[in-house]
Protein backbone atom coordinates (compact mmCIF):
# COMPACT_ATOMS: atom_id res chain seq x y z
CA UNK A 1 0.00 0.00 0.00
CA UNK A 2 1.32 3.43 -1.15
CA UNK A 3 1.41 5.43 2.45
CA UNK A 4 -0.84 9.30 1.78
CA UNK A 5 1.38 12.30 0.77
CA UNK A 6 2.05 14.85 3.30
CA UNK A 7 0.76 18.41 2.05
CA UNK A 8 4.07 20.77 2.07
CA UNK A 9 2.95 23.35 4.63
CA UNK A 10 1.69 26.76 2.84
CA UNK A 11 3.21 29.91 2.07
CA UNK A 12 1.78 31.76 4.74
CA UNK A 13 3.01 28.65 7.51
CA UNK A 14 5.94 28.78 5.82
CA UNK A 15 6.29 32.62 6.30
CA UNK A 16 5.40 31.94 10.24
CA UNK A 17 7.53 29.75 10.70
CA UNK A 18 10.29 32.07 9.68
CA UNK A 19 9.57 35.27 11.45
CA UNK A 20 9.23 32.59 14.57
CA UNK A 21 13.00 31.65 13.81
CA UNK A 22 14.09 35.36 13.63
CA UNK A 23 11.72 36.83 16.32
CA UNK A 24 11.64 34.18 19.12
CA UNK A 25 14.89 34.36 20.21
CA UNK A 26 14.92 38.16 20.20
CA UNK A 27 12.10 37.50 22.18
CA UNK A 28 13.38 35.75 24.77
CA UNK A 29 16.32 37.93 25.51
CA UNK A 30 14.21 40.83 25.83
CA UNK A 31 12.24 38.84 28.70
CA UNK A 32 15.61 37.62 30.46
CA UNK A 33 17.01 41.20 30.55
CA UNK A 34 14.07 43.19 30.73
CA UNK A 35 15.20 45.02 33.81
CA UNK A 36 18.39 46.00 32.38
CA UNK A 37 16.07 48.12 29.89
CA UNK A 38 15.10 49.68 33.02
CA UNK A 39 18.46 49.91 34.61
CA UNK A 40 20.03 53.17 36.29
CA UNK A 41 24.08 53.86 36.43
CA UNK A 42 25.94 52.55 39.18
CA UNK A 43 29.85 52.30 39.79
CA UNK A 44 32.46 52.70 36.87
CA UNK A 45 29.51 54.21 34.84
CA UNK A 46 29.94 57.80 36.71
CA UNK A 47 34.05 57.83 35.79
CA UNK A 48 33.10 57.97 32.23
CA UNK A 49 30.31 60.43 32.83
CA UNK A 50 32.01 62.45 34.47
CA UNK A 51 34.78 62.85 32.12
CA UNK A 52 32.88 65.27 30.03
CA UNK A 53 33.55 68.28 32.58
CA UNK A 54 36.96 68.08 32.22
CA UNK A 55 36.93 68.39 27.96
CA UNK A 56 37.49 72.23 27.48
CA UNK A 57 39.52 72.11 24.60
CA UNK A 58 39.36 69.53 21.44
CA UNK A 59 42.96 68.03 22.76
CA UNK A 60 40.82 67.41 26.43
CA UNK A 61 38.46 65.73 24.26
CA UNK A 62 41.04 63.29 22.48
CA UNK A 63 42.87 62.47 25.84
CA UNK A 64 39.39 61.86 26.87
CA UNK A 65 38.80 59.05 24.35
CA UNK A 66 42.24 57.92 23.49
CA UNK A 67 44.03 57.33 26.78
CA UNK A 68 44.73 54.34 28.42
CA UNK A 69 42.96 53.55 31.63
CA UNK A 70 45.21 53.06 35.07
CA UNK A 71 44.35 49.68 34.55
CA UNK A 72 45.81 49.46 31.54
CA UNK A 73 42.56 49.27 29.00
CA UNK A 74 42.11 50.94 26.06
CA UNK A 75 38.37 51.14 25.19
CA UNK A 76 37.86 54.13 23.34
CA UNK A 77 34.41 52.96 21.92
CA UNK A 78 33.04 50.96 24.53
CA UNK A 79 33.25 52.79 27.39
CA UNK A 80 34.73 55.97 26.35
CA UNK A 81 32.34 57.14 23.51
CA UNK A 82 29.34 55.65 25.02
CA UNK A 83 29.39 57.30 27.93
CA UNK A 84 30.58 60.22 26.88
CA UNK A 85 27.56 61.07 24.63
CA UNK A 86 25.38 59.68 26.78
CA UNK A 87 26.36 61.75 29.77
CA UNK A 88 26.71 64.84 27.26
CA UNK A 89 22.81 64.29 25.50
CA UNK A 90 20.94 62.61 28.08
CA UNK A 91 22.20 63.57 31.56
CA UNK A 92 20.90 61.38 33.68
CA UNK A 93 18.62 59.63 31.80
CA UNK A 94 19.97 55.87 31.57
CA UNK A 95 17.50 54.63 29.05
CA UNK A 96 19.20 55.72 26.17
CA UNK A 97 22.43 53.86 27.08
CA UNK A 98 20.43 51.04 28.34
CA UNK A 99 18.04 50.99 24.58
CA UNK A 100 21.67 51.07 23.05
CA UNK A 101 22.69 48.25 24.66
CA UNK A 102 19.59 46.03 24.41
CA UNK A 103 19.88 46.62 20.44
CA UNK A 104 23.38 45.35 20.24
CA UNK A 105 22.48 42.15 22.07
CA UNK A 106 19.46 41.91 19.31
CA UNK A 107 21.59 41.96 17.06
CA UNK A 108 23.98 39.64 18.16
CA UNK A 109 20.87 36.81 18.72
CA UNK A 110 20.14 37.67 15.29
CA UNK A 111 24.05 36.65 14.00
CA UNK A 112 24.05 33.79 15.96
CA UNK A 113 20.84 32.65 14.45
CA UNK A 114 22.39 33.19 10.91
CA UNK A 115 25.50 31.69 12.12
CA UNK A 116 23.99 28.43 13.67
CA UNK A 117 21.88 27.75 10.76
CA UNK A 118 24.95 28.54 8.37
CA UNK A 119 27.54 26.12 10.00
CA UNK A 120 25.25 23.17 11.69
CA UNK A 121 23.04 23.49 8.08
CA UNK A 122 20.06 22.38 10.94
CA UNK A 123 17.92 25.08 11.47
CA UNK A 124 17.37 23.78 14.91
CA UNK A 125 20.37 24.61 15.70
CA UNK A 126 20.63 28.13 14.63
CA UNK A 127 17.51 28.47 16.79
CA UNK A 128 19.09 27.45 19.89
CA UNK A 129 22.22 28.65 19.61
CA UNK A 130 21.14 32.05 20.44
CA UNK A 131 18.62 30.99 23.52
CA UNK A 132 21.30 28.99 25.06
CA UNK A 133 24.00 32.06 25.07
CA UNK A 134 21.03 34.18 26.05
CA UNK A 135 20.06 32.09 29.12
CA UNK A 136 23.41 31.75 30.89
CA UNK A 137 23.57 34.02 33.97
CA UNK A 138 27.06 35.64 33.52
CA UNK A 139 25.13 37.95 31.22
CA UNK A 140 23.65 39.42 33.62
CA UNK A 141 26.35 41.60 34.74
CA UNK A 142 26.75 43.35 31.07
CA UNK A 143 23.02 43.63 30.12
CA UNK A 144 22.87 45.60 33.38
CA UNK A 145 25.79 48.04 33.81
CA UNK A 146 26.46 49.76 31.35
CA UNK A 147 30.23 50.28 31.82
CA UNK A 148 30.19 46.49 30.76
CA UNK A 149 28.51 47.52 27.73
CA UNK A 150 32.52 46.47 26.14
CA UNK A 151 31.41 43.07 26.25
CA UNK A 152 28.26 43.27 24.33
CA UNK A 153 29.60 45.46 21.51
CA UNK A 154 33.12 42.63 21.09
CA UNK A 155 30.65 40.22 21.12
CA UNK A 156 29.01 42.09 17.83
CA UNK A 157 31.89 42.40 16.57
CA UNK A 158 33.36 38.98 16.87
CA UNK A 159 30.03 37.39 15.42
CA UNK A 160 29.98 40.42 12.77
CA UNK A 161 33.52 39.54 11.82
CA UNK A 162 32.93 35.51 11.41
CA UNK A 163 29.96 35.84 9.85
CA UNK A 164 31.33 37.62 7.48
CA UNK A 165 34.07 35.29 6.82
CA UNK A 166 31.78 32.75 6.53
CA UNK A 167 30.22 34.40 3.83
CA UNK A 168 33.40 35.22 1.92
CA UNK A 169 33.60 31.09 2.38
CA UNK A 170 30.53 30.80 0.87
CA UNK A 171 30.77 33.05 -1.97
CA UNK A 172 34.44 33.66 -2.37
CA UNK A 173 33.48 37.62 -2.97
CA UNK A 174 37.15 39.40 -1.40
CA UNK A 175 35.03 42.31 -0.53
CA UNK A 176 33.24 40.19 2.39
CA UNK A 177 37.05 39.50 3.51
CA UNK A 178 38.32 43.12 3.17
CA UNK A 179 34.94 43.68 5.25
CA UNK A 180 35.81 41.09 7.80
CA UNK A 181 39.69 43.12 8.34
CA UNK A 182 37.44 46.32 8.70
CA UNK A 183 34.99 45.03 11.59
CA UNK A 184 38.15 42.72 13.59
CA UNK A 185 40.83 46.32 13.22
CA UNK A 186 37.45 48.25 14.92
CA UNK A 187 37.05 46.05 17.28
CA UNK A 188 40.37 47.02 19.01
CA UNK A 189 38.79 49.94 19.56
CA UNK A 190 35.84 48.20 21.90
CA UNK A 191 37.98 45.49 23.63
CA UNK A 192 41.31 43.69 24.33
CA UNK A 193 39.65 40.43 23.71
CA UNK A 194 39.67 40.90 19.77
CA UNK A 195 42.92 40.21 20.19
CA UNK A 196 41.88 36.25 19.96
CA UNK A 197 39.80 36.53 17.21
CA UNK A 198 42.50 35.22 14.47
CA UNK A 199 42.41 32.29 16.90
CA UNK A 200 38.54 31.64 16.62
CA UNK A 201 38.39 31.71 12.52
CA UNK A 202 41.51 29.83 12.08
CA UNK A 203 40.46 26.91 13.99
CA UNK A 204 37.65 26.92 12.70
CA UNK A 205 39.33 26.86 8.92
CA UNK A 206 41.56 24.31 10.32
CA UNK A 207 38.18 22.16 11.08
CA UNK A 208 35.79 22.63 8.44
CA UNK A 209 37.70 24.66 5.84
CA UNK A 210 41.12 24.16 5.51
CA UNK A 211 41.29 25.97 1.86
CA UNK A 212 40.76 29.30 3.74
CA UNK A 213 43.20 28.59 6.37
CA UNK A 214 45.90 30.96 4.90
CA UNK A 215 43.38 33.13 4.80
CA UNK A 216 42.55 33.28 8.65
CA UNK A 217 46.11 32.89 10.07
CA UNK A 218 47.28 35.82 7.93
CA UNK A 219 45.26 38.04 10.50
CA UNK A 220 47.23 37.16 13.50
CA UNK A 221 49.24 40.13 12.25
CA UNK A 222 46.68 42.33 12.96
CA UNK A 223 46.96 40.83 16.47
CA UNK A 224 50.56 41.16 16.73
CA UNK A 225 50.54 44.51 15.63
CA UNK A 226 47.81 45.64 18.47
CA UNK A 227 49.88 43.63 20.68
CA UNK A 228 52.72 45.86 20.34
CA UNK A 229 50.75 49.13 20.56
CA UNK A 230 49.12 48.33 23.75
CA UNK A 231 52.23 46.98 25.09
CA UNK A 232 54.06 50.60 24.53
CA UNK A 233 51.05 52.92 24.88
CA UNK A 234 49.11 51.01 27.78
CA UNK A 235 50.77 50.89 30.97
CA UNK A 236 50.99 47.74 32.83
CA UNK A 237 50.14 46.58 36.51
CA UNK A 238 52.52 44.53 37.91
CA UNK A 239 50.76 44.26 41.03
CA UNK A 240 47.31 44.28 42.23
CA UNK A 241 43.97 43.31 40.49
CA UNK A 242 44.29 43.48 37.23
CA UNK A 243 47.57 42.10 37.02
CA UNK A 244 48.69 39.04 35.15
CA UNK A 245 50.13 36.43 36.15
CA UNK A 246 51.79 33.64 33.38
CA UNK A 247 51.78 30.33 36.16
CA UNK A 248 50.40 27.41 37.90
CA UNK A 249 47.27 29.27 38.89
CA UNK A 250 45.68 29.45 35.48
CA UNK A 251 44.95 25.72 35.40
CA UNK A 252 42.81 26.50 38.89
CA UNK A 253 41.11 29.33 37.29
CA UNK A 254 40.35 27.94 34.13
CA UNK A 255 38.37 25.37 36.25
CA UNK A 256 36.49 28.15 38.51
CA UNK A 257 35.31 29.40 35.22
CA UNK A 258 34.52 25.80 33.81
CA UNK A 259 32.39 25.44 37.03
CA UNK A 260 30.34 28.97 36.69
CA UNK A 261 29.77 28.76 32.88
CA UNK A 262 27.84 25.53 33.94
CA UNK A 263 26.20 26.58 36.69
CA UNK A 264 26.09 30.14 37.76
CA UNK A 265 27.71 31.80 40.31
CA UNK A 266 25.44 32.04 43.76
CA UNK A 267 23.56 29.54 42.27
CA UNK A 268 22.65 27.90 45.84
CA UNK A 269 22.06 31.84 47.35
CA UNK A 270 19.49 32.49 44.74
CA UNK A 271 17.52 28.85 45.42
CA UNK A 272 18.56 29.35 49.25
CA UNK A 273 20.51 25.75 49.06
CA UNK A 274 23.43 27.14 50.99
CA UNK A 275 23.62 23.70 52.68
CA UNK A 276 22.92 21.29 49.40
CA UNK A 277 26.19 21.88 47.55
CA UNK A 278 25.94 18.70 46.33
CA UNK A 279 23.02 19.83 43.37
CA UNK A 280 25.66 22.39 42.20
CA UNK A 281 28.55 19.56 42.01
CA UNK A 282 25.63 17.24 40.51
CA UNK A 283 24.54 19.66 37.27
CA UNK A 284 28.47 20.47 36.65
CA UNK A 285 29.73 16.52 36.61
CA UNK A 286 26.35 15.75 34.66
CA UNK A 287 27.17 18.37 32.11
CA UNK A 288 30.68 18.20 32.44
CA UNK A 289 30.35 14.41 31.08
CA UNK A 290 27.75 15.13 28.68
CA UNK A 291 29.96 17.76 26.95
CA UNK A 292 32.91 15.50 26.99
CA UNK A 293 31.33 12.63 26.02
CA UNK A 294 29.57 14.26 22.86
CA UNK A 295 32.42 15.60 21.63
CA UNK A 296 34.53 13.09 21.60
CA UNK A 297 31.96 10.70 20.00
CA UNK A 298 31.04 13.54 17.38
CA UNK A 299 34.66 13.71 16.63
CA UNK A 300 35.63 10.42 16.05
CA UNK A 301 32.22 10.38 13.70
CA UNK A 302 34.06 13.42 11.84
CA UNK A 303 31.69 15.76 13.30
CA UNK A 304 34.42 18.62 14.94
CA UNK A 305 32.22 21.41 15.72
CA UNK A 306 31.54 20.66 19.13
CA UNK A 307 35.28 20.69 19.42
CA UNK A 308 34.90 24.05 18.18
CA UNK A 309 32.55 25.08 20.86
CA UNK A 310 35.20 23.89 23.19
CA UNK A 311 38.12 25.74 21.69
CA UNK A 312 36.00 28.55 21.32
CA UNK A 313 35.36 29.02 24.93
CA UNK A 314 38.74 28.60 25.79
CA UNK A 315 39.93 30.68 23.07
CA UNK A 316 37.77 33.45 24.57
CA UNK A 317 38.39 32.43 27.96
CA UNK A 318 42.36 33.22 27.53
CA UNK A 319 43.05 36.85 27.87
CA UNK A 320 41.23 36.43 31.75
CA UNK A 321 42.32 33.14 32.35
CA UNK A 322 46.00 34.87 33.98
CA UNK A 323 44.51 37.50 36.04
CA UNK A 324 43.89 35.36 39.35
CA UNK A 325 43.40 38.29 42.05
CA UNK A 326 40.10 38.90 39.68
CA UNK A 327 38.51 35.70 39.24
CA UNK A 328 34.76 37.69 38.12
CA UNK A 329 32.44 35.42 37.16
CA UNK A 330 31.25 37.89 34.14
CA UNK A 331 34.40 37.47 32.06
CA UNK A 332 32.39 34.32 30.90
CA UNK A 333 30.13 36.74 28.87
CA UNK A 334 31.82 35.99 26.04
CA UNK A 335 33.52 32.27 26.57
CA UNK A 336 29.75 31.13 27.18
CA UNK A 337 29.27 31.34 23.88
CA UNK A 338 31.92 28.49 23.43
CA UNK A 339 29.05 26.34 25.59
CA UNK A 340 26.26 27.46 23.47
CA UNK A 341 27.94 26.24 20.01
CA UNK A 342 28.55 22.56 21.96
CA UNK A 343 24.77 22.27 22.78
CA UNK A 344 23.54 23.78 19.62
CA UNK A 345 25.69 21.18 17.98
CA UNK A 346 24.24 18.62 19.75
CA UNK A 347 20.67 20.06 19.20
CA UNK A 348 21.46 19.65 15.35
CA UNK A 349 22.77 15.63 16.09
CA UNK A 350 19.70 14.90 17.86
CA UNK A 351 17.58 16.47 15.31
CA UNK A 352 19.07 13.71 12.80
CA UNK A 353 19.36 11.02 15.02
CA UNK A 354 16.86 8.14 16.66
CA UNK A 355 14.16 9.02 19.39
CA UNK A 356 16.13 8.19 22.37
CA UNK A 357 19.05 10.55 21.25
CA UNK A 358 16.84 13.20 21.11
CA UNK A 359 14.89 13.07 23.82
CA UNK A 360 18.41 12.58 25.91
CA UNK A 361 19.60 15.94 24.13
CA UNK A 362 16.54 17.95 24.65
CA UNK A 363 16.44 17.18 28.33
CA UNK A 364 19.76 18.40 28.89
CA UNK A 365 19.10 21.42 27.26
CA UNK A 366 16.05 22.50 28.94
CA UNK A 367 17.86 21.43 31.95
CA UNK A 368 20.50 24.12 31.25
CA UNK A 369 17.99 26.56 29.94
CA UNK A 370 16.01 26.20 33.24
CA UNK A 371 18.61 26.12 35.53
CA UNK A 372 20.43 29.43 33.74
CA UNK A 373 17.63 31.60 32.37
CA UNK A 374 15.79 32.69 35.69
CA UNK A 375 19.38 33.06 37.54
CA UNK A 376 19.94 35.50 34.86
CA UNK A 377 16.36 37.15 34.85
CA UNK A 378 16.56 37.61 38.75
CA UNK A 379 20.45 38.48 38.55
CA UNK A 380 19.69 41.38 36.73
CA UNK A 381 16.58 42.36 38.15
CA UNK A 382 19.02 42.56 41.27
CA UNK A 383 21.25 45.06 39.35
CA UNK A 384 18.23 46.92 38.45
CA UNK A 385 17.03 47.05 41.72
CA UNK A 386 20.45 48.45 42.72
CA UNK A 387 20.64 51.03 40.52
CA UNK A 388 17.74 52.35 41.54
CA UNK A 389 18.76 52.75 45.16
CA UNK A 390 21.44 55.05 43.78
CA UNK A 391 19.46 56.74 41.62
CA UNK A 392 16.65 57.76 44.03
CA UNK A 393 19.71 58.93 46.65
CA UNK A 394 21.82 61.04 43.49
CA UNK A 395 19.16 62.32 42.05
CA UNK A 396 17.11 63.24 45.84
CA UNK A 397 20.24 64.92 46.74
CA UNK A 398 20.40 66.96 43.54
CA UNK A 399 17.27 68.40 44.18
CA UNK A 400 18.57 69.62 47.65
CA UNK A 401 21.85 70.77 46.13
CA UNK A 402 19.40 73.25 43.71
CA UNK A 403 17.42 74.24 46.51
CA UNK A 404 20.24 74.91 49.15
CA UNK A 405 23.58 75.89 46.41
CA UNK A 406 25.54 77.33 48.98
CA UNK A 407 25.42 74.33 51.18
CA UNK A 408 27.87 71.33 52.23
CA UNK A 409 25.54 68.11 52.00
CA UNK A 410 26.41 65.46 54.53
CA UNK A 411 24.97 62.19 53.67
CA UNK A 412 24.34 59.58 57.04
CA UNK A 413 22.59 56.23 56.78
CA UNK A 414 24.72 55.20 54.17
CA UNK A 415 24.72 51.57 53.58
CA UNK A 416 27.53 49.29 51.39
CA UNK A 417 25.27 49.44 47.96
CA UNK A 418 25.49 53.08 48.17
CA UNK A 419 29.33 53.21 49.28
CA UNK A 420 30.36 51.15 46.46
CA UNK A 421 28.11 51.83 43.88
CA UNK A 422 28.06 56.08 44.08
CA UNK A 423 30.68 57.38 46.15
CA UNK A 424 33.52 55.41 45.25
CA UNK A 425 33.53 56.08 41.65
CA UNK A 426 31.81 60.04 42.49
CA UNK A 427 28.19 59.61 41.33
CA UNK A 428 27.62 63.05 42.38
CA UNK A 429 30.68 64.62 40.50
CA UNK A 430 29.14 62.92 37.27
CA UNK A 431 26.41 64.69 37.32
CA UNK A 432 28.24 68.74 38.31
CA UNK A 433 27.53 68.06 42.06
CA UNK A 434 30.17 68.96 44.36
CA UNK A 435 30.28 69.34 48.18
CA UNK A 436 28.94 65.62 49.10
CA UNK A 437 29.98 63.81 51.38
CA UNK A 438 29.32 60.67 53.63
CA UNK A 439 28.73 61.34 57.51
CA UNK A 440 32.17 60.76 58.79
CA UNK A 441 30.84 59.21 62.14
CA UNK A 442 30.30 55.89 59.34
CA UNK A 443 33.53 55.59 57.91
CA UNK A 444 34.93 53.14 59.88
CA UNK A 445 32.11 51.08 59.16
CA UNK A 446 31.78 51.51 55.71
CA UNK A 447 35.84 51.09 55.02
CA UNK A 448 35.35 47.30 56.64
CA UNK A 449 33.95 45.58 54.28
CA UNK A 450 35.45 47.40 50.77
CA UNK A 451 38.85 47.47 50.16
CA UNK A 452 40.89 51.18 50.75
CA UNK A 453 42.88 50.46 48.26
CA UNK A 454 43.33 53.34 46.10
CA UNK A 455 40.27 55.17 47.61
CA UNK A 456 40.36 58.74 47.68
CA UNK A 457 39.21 59.10 51.28
CA UNK A 458 39.08 62.93 50.96
CA UNK A 459 36.68 62.96 48.43
CA UNK A 460 33.89 61.04 50.49
CA UNK A 461 34.30 61.70 53.93
CA UNK A 462 34.88 65.49 55.45
CA UNK A 463 37.04 65.79 58.19
CA UNK A 464 35.62 64.93 61.53
CA UNK A 465 36.72 69.30 62.77
CA UNK A 466 35.45 70.68 59.45
CA UNK A 467 32.34 68.53 60.23
CA UNK A 468 32.19 70.20 63.71
CA UNK A 469 32.95 73.91 62.69
CA UNK A 470 30.17 73.63 59.73
CA UNK A 471 27.58 72.68 61.74
CA UNK A 472 28.30 74.88 64.20
CA UNK A 473 28.38 77.67 61.54
CA UNK A 474 25.19 76.26 59.87
CA UNK A 475 27.16 75.81 56.89
CA UNK A 476 26.66 72.01 56.58
CA UNK A 477 22.92 70.27 55.59
CA UNK A 478 23.00 66.36 56.86
CA UNK A 479 20.71 64.01 55.23
CA UNK A 480 19.71 60.63 55.77
CA UNK A 481 19.16 58.28 52.93
CA UNK A 482 17.67 55.42 55.09
CA UNK A 483 14.94 55.73 52.97
CA UNK A 484 13.75 56.50 49.00
CA UNK A 485 14.12 60.06 49.87
CA UNK A 486 17.29 62.57 51.48
CA UNK A 487 15.41 63.44 54.61
CA UNK A 488 16.87 66.69 56.71
CA UNK A 489 18.60 65.52 59.90
CA UNK A 490 20.59 68.63 60.55
CA UNK A 491 19.17 69.32 64.09
CA UNK A 492 20.17 66.33 65.47
CA UNK A 493 23.61 66.76 64.44
CA UNK A 494 23.94 70.39 65.54
CA UNK A 495 22.99 69.65 68.91
CA UNK A 496 25.76 67.01 69.17
CA UNK A 497 28.57 69.51 68.08
CA UNK A 498 27.29 71.91 70.37
CA UNK A 499 27.76 68.99 73.11
CA UNK A 500 31.27 67.78 72.14
CA UNK A 501 34.62 69.05 72.88
CA UNK A 502 36.55 70.97 69.70
CA UNK A 503 38.29 68.89 67.27
CA UNK A 504 41.15 69.82 65.29
CA UNK A 505 41.22 68.30 61.91
CA UNK A 506 43.55 65.29 60.13
CA UNK A 507 43.35 66.85 57.01
CA UNK A 508 43.07 70.53 55.80
CA UNK A 509 41.55 70.84 52.63
CA UNK A 510 42.94 74.05 51.06
CA UNK A 511 39.90 74.38 48.60
CA UNK A 512 37.31 74.10 50.91
CA UNK A 513 35.89 76.78 52.88
CA UNK A 514 35.36 74.79 55.16
CA UNK A 515 38.70 75.17 56.40
CA UNK A 516 38.92 78.42 55.80
CA UNK A 517 39.65 78.73 60.14
CA UNK A 518 42.87 76.81 59.73
CA UNK A 519 44.80 78.62 56.88
CA UNK A 520 47.48 80.38 58.09
CA UNK A 521 49.97 82.51 56.26
CA UNK A 522 49.31 84.28 52.23
CA UNK A 523 46.20 82.25 50.83
CA UNK A 524 44.03 83.68 47.92
CA UNK A 525 40.54 82.89 46.59
CA UNK A 526 39.34 79.70 46.21
CA UNK A 527 39.39 79.08 42.51
CA UNK A 528 36.89 75.62 41.97
CA UNK A 529 39.47 72.79 43.46
CA UNK A 530 41.85 74.89 44.39
CA UNK A 531 43.26 77.66 45.91
CA UNK A 532 46.77 79.45 45.38
CA UNK A 533 49.26 80.38 48.63
CA UNK A 534 51.62 83.08 48.32
CA UNK A 535 55.25 82.87 49.29
CA UNK A 536 54.61 81.62 52.78
CA UNK A 537 50.98 79.70 53.79
CA UNK A 538 50.43 76.73 55.93
CA UNK A 539 47.55 75.25 58.61
CA UNK A 540 47.34 73.99 61.48
CA UNK A 541 45.50 70.44 62.36
CA UNK A 542 46.02 67.88 65.31
CA UNK A 543 49.22 66.70 66.05
CA UNK A 544 51.18 63.78 65.15
CA UNK A 545 50.32 61.13 67.13
CA UNK A 546 53.56 58.58 66.55
CA UNK A 547 56.63 59.79 65.38
CA UNK A 548 55.92 57.32 62.55
CA UNK A 549 53.58 59.39 60.89
CA UNK A 550 54.45 61.78 57.68
CA UNK A 551 53.39 65.73 56.85
CA UNK A 552 51.83 64.96 53.33
CA UNK A 553 51.54 67.73 50.99
CA UNK A 554 49.54 67.65 47.88
CA UNK A 555 48.79 70.51 45.48
CA UNK A 556 50.43 71.16 41.98
CA UNK A 557 53.05 73.23 40.50
CA UNK A 558 52.03 75.13 37.65
CA UNK A 559 54.38 76.06 34.37
CA UNK A 560 54.69 79.77 35.55
CA UNK A 561 55.89 78.76 39.13
CA UNK A 562 59.15 76.76 36.89
CA UNK A 563 59.72 79.97 34.55
CA UNK A 564 62.36 81.48 37.08
CA UNK A 565 63.64 77.90 37.41
CA UNK A 566 63.22 75.15 40.37
CA UNK A 567 61.17 76.15 42.47
CA UNK A 568 62.00 75.36 46.33
CA UNK A 569 61.13 75.73 49.29
CA UNK A 570 61.47 74.38 53.26
CA UNK A 571 58.75 72.92 54.94
CA UNK A 572 58.55 73.29 59.01
CA UNK A 573 56.14 71.98 62.06
CA UNK A 574 55.77 74.25 64.45
CA UNK A 575 59.07 76.29 63.02
CA UNK A 576 60.92 73.13 63.34
CA UNK A 577 62.45 72.24 60.10
CA UNK A 578 60.49 68.97 58.55
CA UNK A 579 62.54 69.04 55.53
CA UNK A 580 63.09 70.93 51.91
CA UNK A 581 60.77 70.69 49.18
CA UNK A 582 62.06 70.68 45.74
CA UNK A 583 59.82 70.85 42.49
CA UNK A 584 61.55 70.85 38.74
CA UNK A 585 58.33 70.24 36.68
CA UNK A 586 55.00 71.20 35.72
CA UNK A 587 52.10 68.76 37.12
CA UNK A 588 50.54 67.36 40.33
CA UNK A 589 52.64 66.29 43.14
CA UNK A 590 52.37 64.42 46.46
CA UNK A 591 55.53 64.99 49.13
CA UNK A 592 55.75 63.08 52.50
CA UNK A 593 58.48 64.85 55.31
CA UNK A 594 59.21 63.31 58.75
CA UNK A 595 57.38 64.77 61.76
CA UNK A 596 59.87 66.13 64.58
CA UNK A 597 59.77 64.55 67.32
CA UNK A 598 58.52 67.58 69.65
CA UNK A 599 55.36 68.03 67.87
CA UNK A 600 54.27 64.42 68.97
CA UNK A 601 51.67 64.60 71.24
CA UNK A 602 50.69 67.99 71.38
CA UNK A 603 46.66 68.87 70.68
CA UNK A 604 47.64 70.99 67.15
CA UNK A 605 50.57 71.23 64.74
CA UNK A 606 51.29 74.10 62.42
CA UNK A 607 52.57 73.41 58.89
CA UNK A 608 54.38 75.99 57.17
CA UNK A 609 55.90 75.81 53.44
CA UNK A 610 58.23 78.66 52.18
CA UNK A 611 59.01 79.31 49.02
CA UNK A 612 62.34 80.72 47.15
CA UNK A 613 60.19 82.61 45.20
CA UNK A 614 56.67 83.71 43.44
CA UNK A 615 55.31 84.75 40.23
CA UNK A 616 53.17 87.63 39.23
CA UNK A 617 51.00 86.76 36.50
CA UNK A 618 50.56 90.19 33.85
CA UNK A 619 47.76 91.84 34.73
CA UNK A 620 47.38 90.20 38.05
CA UNK A 621 48.40 91.90 41.44
CA UNK A 622 48.79 88.60 43.04
CA UNK A 623 52.22 86.97 43.98
CA UNK A 624 51.32 83.43 43.21
CA UNK A 625 53.48 80.38 44.38
CA UNK A 626 51.76 77.02 44.50
CA UNK A 627 48.34 75.35 43.86
CA UNK A 628 47.16 73.37 46.96
CA UNK A 629 45.85 71.05 47.64
CA UNK A 630 46.05 69.85 51.02
CA UNK A 631 47.84 69.41 54.23
CA UNK A 632 47.57 65.85 56.21
CA UNK A 633 49.16 63.88 59.10
CA UNK A 634 48.75 60.21 57.95
Known sequence: MTPPATSAPSPRMQTLWRAAYWILPSLFCLYVYFWGLRAWYQQDDFVWLGQRFDIVTFRDLLHAIFA??????????????????????????????????????????????????????????????????????????????????????????????????????????????????????????????????????????????????????????????????????????????????????????????????????????????????????ALITLFTIAIAAYAICAALKGNRLPVFGVALFLILLAPVAPLKEHVSYYYLTLPSMGIAFVGAAAAASASRARTVMRVAAFLLIALFIFEQAPFAHWACKWWYERSQRIREVVMGTASVREAMPKKTLVLTDVDETLFAGAFWDHAFQAFGLSDIYADPGEKQALLSKPAETDLDLPSFF?????????????????????????????????????????????????????????????????????RWMGKQAGAIMAAPTSPTQKVILQGYCSKDSLAAGPLTGHVTIDGIPAGDLRLTGEGSFEKSFPVPAAAVGKETAEVTVTLDHTFRPPGDGRDLGLVFGSFEIR
Open 68 to 281: PSVHGTFRPLSERVFLLVAGSAFGADAFPARLLVMITQLANVLLLCAIGRRIFHSAVAGFVLPVLWVSNGALSFPMAWSSAYMYILCGFCILLAFYTFLRYIDTGDPRLYRLQWAVFLAGFLVMETMIVYPAIVTVYAFLRARRYFNKAAVMFTGSVAFLIFHSLYVPKQHEGTYSIHIDSAIPHTLLQYWKWVLVPNDFLVWHGWQGKAWTAA
Open 462 to 530: LDRADFQRGLLEHKIVVLSVAGSVPLDVTPRFEAEAKAAAPAWPERVNAASSLSDPYLRGTWYAIEETH
